[in-house]
């Protein structure tokens, strides 16, 4: 799947700051002024300063000139980095991976966060909307690359969401500073009269590189998306992961056990201070000719327990083949999940289906056999026998629905009813006789019919008439027929014995 | 004088018990009343941690073998227990569990495709304290596998049920018990029509310290009640067929 990428724009950040503390400023004209080679100049203004022809870069001498009310102040350093710090710490409610841009912007992955918001439009609108209801002032748009939003995002204009087949178009029309050149390339762009990105593109790379530079080449990349592009994010998401490089090449089975011990201890700490607990994990061995040897296990509930996680491994561990020896193992939880020990004190030696012993247990099993192997089995509010029950979801699950005593069901339950001979007195009485595999049973005792209509909205079909019969030696049988006896289409089938 | 006596044999017959290495069940079963074959085990109790085999030639026997077994698992699991059904085969019908008064959602199910993976994880699942009970079902069971299984349990105290498909060559096992349950004909109550009760033939064919036995009983009232009169007129009936 192709990325998606925020680029948000603070037209006016540290003027906007400003207005916050002093909410007054925000309706004249107002500049943050910093001294550059002994001249008091210009490095931000307002909405309403720029509306009046001041700009970033002039001195505040002229300034003045233009406009006599103008209110000024000396910028902070470092204001920037702090606030877009801030925001960005603020923007994790959107997407876990948001980048400061400096100076005055933001970038945030977003692929797979849009479709929360109800779509990539109301998704960029809430962020812009929450953003400007706190007194910034911004622009953002989304497209498949950084480079691409940061581009749209200031020199674009409305749709701000950048279709995938349309990133090309959206690119060709903007100016040549919205591919994050360096200022003295986008000067000798202009002077050579390249005002347009259409006008270069095009353009063999060779002569490009010799006039601007390889850096230009690379920005032109990560733009069109030939080049990939770190974002470096504010709060870093970090693996569960351990690393154990080894001085010596292991070759023997107890290296790798003692190796992927040490491992699981450090591991299982961490999951232990952040309370959490693995669902699955790798280790991975990367052996001295270059390939990767690796093993997985998976539990049925979270789990940071070292011993019995060494457990699930060491049935798979003499599959890892070390060959000239594993230089490097690597041990990731691939998936973590919330884990509380003072719950897991409590459940220890109960007995019962919350027991830890058991869901080791069945972490054992599934490791050799299977998990596809393992049937826990809730009630489900259907008279038709074969749905009246359903595959549970957990081990913990518990019934919402009381399961059916109403009838006695049969202990053993053929998967697929068979057919039987059957003679029966019409139109409805029970059988007299039927042969079941080549034997013929007298019928002593009958009850029924219990008629079990078909499920329409499930499944379209006949009805069944069941009975429980018994033989002339004490079996006990569960019959069927299909069908009404008037229309000559009923067939009759065994579906159960019972105890 | 003769009370006495019988005080001094059950004393004596509870110590050579205990030097044998038998240990009285301390599970929740002991309180429980298994009804007419109480007495045929050692010290009157069933006996846990043990692995129990029973005996099945055809499904009717297993259906009826199944529904016994969950009438001794009953009283096993108590309210909270969870109990392992392993097997390469399995037609039991969850559901009909609650006739026996288990919960079925307190059961999980192994179904596997090899019956020496049964064995294996039997085994491994007898080992674990936390369960109540395990069933498991074969066809072939050596005497090694047997022992492997009641090896595993003396450490759990978990009580094994092994139900064997086998039609011929029941060999020897270290199992603590041998049961066959034969269906039989119901009885309803006098003047109505349709099935009684299950009911069933149960016999005992090998107890290790306790009698052997033959018993007709019937499951009524989630417990096992004992049938007397009729127990002759069915053999008649079925002596003379």
Same mark, same amino acid.
């Given at each position: 799947?192709?990325?998606?990428?925020?680029?948000?724009?603070?037209?006016?950040?540290?003027?906007?700051?400003?207005?916050?503390?002093?909410?007054?400023?925000?309706?004249?004209?107002?500049?943050?002024?910093?001294?550059?080679?002994?001249?008091?100049?210009?490095?931000?203004?307002?909405?309403?300063?720029?509306?009046?022809?001041?700009?970033?870069?002039?001195?505040?001498?002229?300034?003045?000139?233009?406009?006599?009310?103008?209110?000024?102040?000396?910028? #902070?350093? $470092?204001?920037?980095?702090?606030?877009?710090?801030?925001?960005?710490?603020?923007?994790?409610?959107?997407?876990?991976?948001?980048?400061?841009?400096?100076?005055?912007?933001?970038?945030?992955?977003?692929?797979?966060?849009?479709?929360? &918001?109800?779509?990539?439009?109301?998704?960029?609108?809430?962020?812009?909307?929450?953003?400007?209801?706190?007194?910034?002032?911004?622009?953002?748009?989304?497209?498949?690359?950084?480079?691409?939003?940061?581009?749209?995002?200031?020199?674009? #204009?409305?749709?701000?969401?950048?279709?995938?087949?349309?990133?090309?178009?959206?690119?060709?029309?903007?100016?040549?500073?919205?591919? #994050?050149?360096?200022?003295?390339?986008?000067?000798?762009?202009?002077?050579?009269?390249?005002?347009?990105?259409?006008?270069?593109?095009?353009?063999?790379?060779?002569? =490009?590189?010799?006039?601007? $530079?390889?850096?230009?080449?690379?920005?032109?990349?990560?733009?069109?998306?030939?080049?990939?592009?770190?974002?470096?994010?504010?709060?870093?998401?970090?693996?569960?992961?351990?690393?154990?490089?080894?001085?010596?090449?292991?070759?023997?089975?107890?290296?790798?056990?003692?190796?992927?011990?040490?491992?699981?201890?450090?591991?299982?700490?961490?999951?232990?201070?952040?309370?959490?607990? =693995?669902?699955?994990?790798?280790?991975?061995?990367?052996?001295?000719?270059?390939?990767?040897?690796?093993?997985?296990?998976?539990?049925?509930?979270?789990?940071?327990?070292?011993?019995?996680?060494?457990?699930?491994?060491?049935?798979?561990?003499?599959?890892?083949?070390?060959? =000239?020896?594993?230089?490097?193992?690597?041990?990731?939880?691939?998936?973590?999940?919330?884990?509380?020990?003072?719950?897991?004190?409590? &459940?220890? $030696?109960?007995?019962?289906?919350?027991?830890?012993?058991?869901?080791?247990?069945?972490?054992?099993?599934?490791?050799?056999?299977?998990?596809?192997?393992?049937?826990?089995?809730?009630?489900?509010?259907?008279? &038709?026998?074969?749905?009246?029950? #359903?595959?549970?979801?957990?081990?913990?699950?518990?019934?919402?629905?009381?399961?059916?005593? $109403?009838?006695?069901?049969?202990?053993?339950?053929?998967?697929?009813?068979?057919?039987?001979?059957?003679?029966?007195?019409?139109?409805?009485?029970?059988?007299?006789?039927?042969?079941?595999?080549?034997?013929l049973h007298t019928i002593v005792r009958a009850d029924g019919p219990e008629r079990i209509e078909q499920e329409w909205w499930l499944q379209q079909g006949q009805h069944r008439d069941y009975y429980r019969v018994e033989d002339d030696a004490g079996r006990r049988y569960w019959l069927f027929r299909l069908g009404h006896y008037h229309e000559k289409i009923?067939?009759?089938?065994?579906?159960?014995?019972?105890? | 004088?003769?009370?006495?006596?019988?005080?001094?044999?059950?004393?004596?017959?509870?110590?050579?018990?205990?030097?044998?290495?038998?240990?009285?069940?301390?599970?929740?079963?002991?309180?429980?009343?298994?009804?007419?074959?109480?007495?045929?085990?050692?010290?009157?109790?069933?006996?846990?941690?043990?692995?129990?085999?029973?005996?099945?030639?055809?499904?009717?026997?297993?259906?009826?073998?199944?529904?016994?077994?969950?009438?001794?698992?009953?009283?096993?699991?108590?309210?909270?227990? *969870?109990?392992?059904?392993?097997?390469?085969?399995?037609?039991?019908?969850?559901?009909?569990?609650?006739?026996?008064?288990?919960?079925?959602?307190?059961?999980?199910?192994?179904?596997?495709?090899?019956?020496?993976?049964?064995?294996?994880?039997?085994?491994?699942?007898?080992?674990?304290?936390?369960?109540?009970?395990?069933?498991?079902? *074969?066809?072939?069971?050596?005497?090694?596998?047997?022992?492997?299984?009641?090896?595993?349990?003396?450490?759990?105290?978990?009580?094994?049920?092994?139900?064997?498909?086998?039609?011929?060559? *029941?060999?020897?096992?270290?199992?603590?018990?041998?049961?066959?349950?034969?269906?039989?004909?119901?009885?309803?109550?006098?003047?109505?029509?349709?099935?009684?009760?299950?009911?069933?033939?149960?016999?005992?064919?090998?107890?290790?310290?306790?009698?052997?036995?033959?018993?007709?009983?019937?499951?009524?009232?989630?417990?096992?009640?004992?049938?007397?009169?009729?127990?002759?007129?069915?053999?008649?009936?079925?002596?003379?067929?």
């Amino acid at each position: 799947m192709a990325g998606r990428y925020v680029s948000v724009w603070f037209r006016h950040l540290m003027t906007d700051w400003f207005s916050l503390q002093e909410p007054e400023r925000r309706k004249q004209p107002f500049v943050l002024t910093a001294p550059v080679h002994g001249r008091v100049m210009i490095v931000a203004a307002n909405a309403v300063a720029e509306a009046r022809g001041i700009h970033v870069g002039m001195a505040l001498a002229d300034a003045r000139a233009v406009e006599p009310t103008l209110q000024a102040l000396p910028e #902070r350093p $470092g204001l920037a980095r702090k606030l877009l710090h801030r925001l960005a710490e603020w923007c994790i409610r959107f997407t876990p991976v948001v980048a400061v841009d400096l100076p005055d912007g933001l970038l945030l992955d977003v692929s797979g966060c849009a479709h929360l &918001w109800g779509g990539e439009t109301p998704y960029l609108q809430a962020i812009v909307r929450k953003l400007q209801a706190r007194q910034y002032d911004v622009q953002a748009a989304m497209a498949d690359t950084p480079g691409r939003a940061w581009g749209v995002a200031r020199f674009g #204009r409305a749709p701000w969401v950048i279709e995938p087949q349309r990133h090309l178009d959206t690119l060709l029309t903007l100016p040549p500073e919205a591919l #994050r050149l360096e200022a003295d390339a986008v000067a000798r762009m202009h002077k050579l009269g390249l005002h347009q990105v259409r006008q270069f593109i095009h353009l063999p790379r060779p002569s =490009l590189r010799r006039r601007f $530079g390889e850096s230009f080449l690379q920005r032109l990349g990560q733009a069109l998306g030939h080049e990939d592009e770190v974002l470096a994010p504010v709060q870093p998401v970090e693996a569960y992961q351990e690393r154990l490089p080894c001085l010596e090449p292991i070759v023997t089975a107890t290296g790798i056990a003692i190796g992927l011990e040490q491992l699981l201890q450090t591991l299982c700490k961490r999951l232990q201070q952040e309370q959490k607990g =693995l669902r699955a994990a790798v280790l991975k061995g990367y052996r001295v000719d270059g390939k990767v040897e690796q093993v997985s296990i998976g539990t049925h509930r979270p789990s940071n327990s070292p011993q019995h996680l060494f457990k699930l491994f060491e049935t798979s561990l003499p599959t890892l083949e070390p060959a =000239l020896g594993i230089e490097l193992f690597i041990l990731e939880a691939s998936k973590v999940e919330e884990h509380y020990d003072h719950q897991e004190k409590l &459940w220890e $030696g109960h007995g019962g289906l919350d027991d830890l012993r058991l869901s080791e247990l069945i972490d054992r099993l599934s490791g050799r056999l299977g998990p596809e192997v393992i049937h826990r089995y809730m009630p489900d509010e259907h008279y &038709w026998p074969e749905r009246s029950f #359903r595959r549970a979801v957990s081990l913990q699950e518990q019934p919402t629905a009381p399961w059916c005593i $109403g009838h006695l069901r049969p202990v053993q339950l053929l998967a697929i009813p068979e057919r039987v001979e059957v003679s029966a007195l019409t139109p409805d009485h029970p059988p007299m006789l039927f042969r079941y595999k080549g034997q013929l049973h007298t019928i002593v005792r009958a009850d029924g019919p219990e008629r079990i209509e078909q499920e329409w909205w499930l499944q379209q079909g006949q009805h069944r008439d069941y009975y429980r019969v018994e033989d002339d030696a004490g079996r006990r049988y569960w019959l069927f027929r299909l069908g009404h006896y008037h229309e000559k289409i009923y067939q009759w089938f065994i579906h159960g014995f019972l105890a | 004088m003769s009370a006495e006596k019988a005080d001094i044999i059950a004393t004596l017959q509870r110590e050579i018990l205990r030097l044998e290495g038998f240990r009285p069940g301390s599970h929740a079963a002991g309180d429980v009343s298994l009804g007419p074959f109480q007495e045929a085990f050692p010290n009157g109790t069933f006996p846990v941690g043990a692995v129990h085999e029973f005996l099945s030639a055809s499904m009717e026997q297993g259906a009826a073998t199944s529904g016994f077994m969950a009438g001794l698992l009953a009283p096993l699991m108590g309210d909270k227990g *969870v109990a392992l059904w392993v097997s390469a085969a399995r037609r039991l019908f969850p559901p009909a569990l609650q006739g026996f008064g288990i919960s079925p959602h307190r059961f999980i199910f192994l179904d596997l495709k090899k019956e020496r993976d049964v064995l294996w994880a039997m085994e491994e699942a007898l080992k674990c304290g936390a369960l109540a009970a395990v069933v498991g079902e *074969v066809g072939e069971m050596s005497f090694t596998a047997s022992r492997r299984l009641q090896l595993a349990v003396e450490q759990s105290r978990v009580t094994g049920f092994v139900l064997r498909h086998a039609k011929r060559n *029941v060999g020897t096992t270290a199992c603590v018990s041998r049961w066959r349950i034969t269906p039989v004909a119901s009885e309803p109550d006098a003047g109505l029509p349709g099935l009684g009760f299950p009911q069933w033939q149960v016999e005992l064919l090998r107890m290790r310290n306790g009698k052997t036995g033959v018993w007709n009983i019937r499951w009524e009232d989630n417990k096992f009640t004992p049938v007397y009169k009729t127990e002759s007129v069915h053999e008649q009936q079925q002596q003379v067929g």
